[in-house]
């Protein structure tokens, strides 16, 4: 056994897909990104404590200090809901509540996970690019002493939005000073947290520790890791029991040196910027490329990875036959195409050209 580390793996194992097919579908749908999976290599073999008593988990906390300032502590988890949902338990009570955006991913896409899991109520607003400001939050910022009424305690924004836009440095500070003001802390859903910082050209602390902002979750997986999220508290007086509620949350992974080392090679150098501003780019190529296509209309700044567009229905569904994508609102005829870090511009380029082609039936 001592010299297993030298002999060539065998497996079992068969190759069950297309490793040409192409989408647009979501960021989520590409591979690992080859230097992970090269991280994750040098951290197998022999035995590490379980529990995130690791050395690899240890380090992380020093590599995450040195991105977002000396008091964060972070918490890896298993996946971005998982991440959300002990962020937000950790940061109010149990009577407690959280304004979001309408179009929150914490609203929308995780099955009332934080009200069903988390036991909050959120409190929705609409908005224009799927951002907050403080006039929209003090639509429901109120009614802290009536005890008939979830009572607001953390405000949670999302950089960058679900609908593909960012968050300017600024916006966040006035959100952050706004909430602080009220008595209610400051949660970041940063699962595409990286694309942001390649938007704006600014470290990640200039938008998140240095704007006021409490708490976040940092994505990994739509950055070209396998698996994994990380909780992040950067305000060490906002949360409470963190260790327990990621437990009980079920997100405690019992090898966690396989999350952090992926962390450790996306965040130590640069892998984590590269590939967020390739996928910004390649997103930015798709907007300008479809914007050239008569009868496309896209309805959304592109500032980071996702390009939203009204087309018409039948286009889009013939479209689908040779392209994955998700239609956003349907009955609008909104459809959502979003692209990674593996995107290359002959992928683009071959998308555009079939919009084209299908538009011209």
């Known amino acids: 056994m001592a010299d297993s580390a ?99 991913h914490l609203h929308v896409d995780e099955c009332g996970a934080p009200e069903r899991v988390g036991g909050l109520k959120l409190l929705t607003v609409p908005t224009e690019h799927g951002k907050l400001t403080p006039e929209l939050i003090d639509r429901e910022a109120f009614g802290w002493d009536d005890e008939h009424r979830a009572q607001p305690q953390l405000v949670a924004i999302t950089q960058t939005t679900e609908l593909g836009t960012c968050y300017t440095p600024e916006e966040i500070r006035e959100i952050c000073d706004h909430a602080h003001e009220r008595g209610m802390k400051v949660f970041l859903d940063g699962s595409r947290i990286a694309n942001a910082a390649a938007t704006l050209g600014l470290p990640l602390r200039a938008f998140t520790t240095d704007a006021g902002v409490d708490l976040l979750s940092f994505g990994g997986t739509k950055n070209g890791l396998v698996f994994g999220e990380c909780v992040v508290v950067l305000n060490p007086d906002a949360v409470r029991a963190m260790k327990h509620l990621r437990k009980m949350s079920m997100q405690l992974a019992s090898k966690m040196r396989f999350v952090s080392a992926q962390f450790e090679a996306l965040l130590t150098g640069d892998l984590w910027l590269r590939s967020a501003s390739h996928a910004n780019a390649m997103a930015t190529r798709l907007a300008e490329g479809v914007r050239a296509v008569d009868g496309v209309e896209l309805l959304h700044p592109v500032q980071a990875n996702g390009v939203f567009a009204r087309l018409p229905h039948d286009v889009a569904v013939r479209l689908q036959k040779r392209y994955r994508f998700y239609f956003w609102d349907e009955p609008a005829g909104v459809v959502r195409w979003m692209c990674s870090f593996d995107t290359t511009e002959a992928d683009v380029d071959a998308f555009v050209a079939a919009v084209a082609e299908e538009m011209a039936k």
Do not use: K
């Open 6 to 104: 030298i002999v060539t793996p065998v497996t079992d194992a068969v190759r069950r897909h297309d490793t040409e097919l192409r989408g647009f579908a979501s960021d989520n749908y590409a591979g690992a990104h080859p230097e992970i999976l090269a991280a994750l290599a040098l951290a197998n073999g022999g035995h590490q404590v379980s529990y995130g008593e690791d050395d690899y988990t240890a380090h992380l906390q020093d590599v995450m200090r040195a991105h977002f300032g000396p008091t964060a502590e972070t918490f890896p988890v298993f996946n971005g809901t998982g991440a959300n949902v002990v962020a937000l338990q950790a940061a109010t009570e149990r009577w407690g509540a959280v304004i979001c955006a309408e179009s929150a």
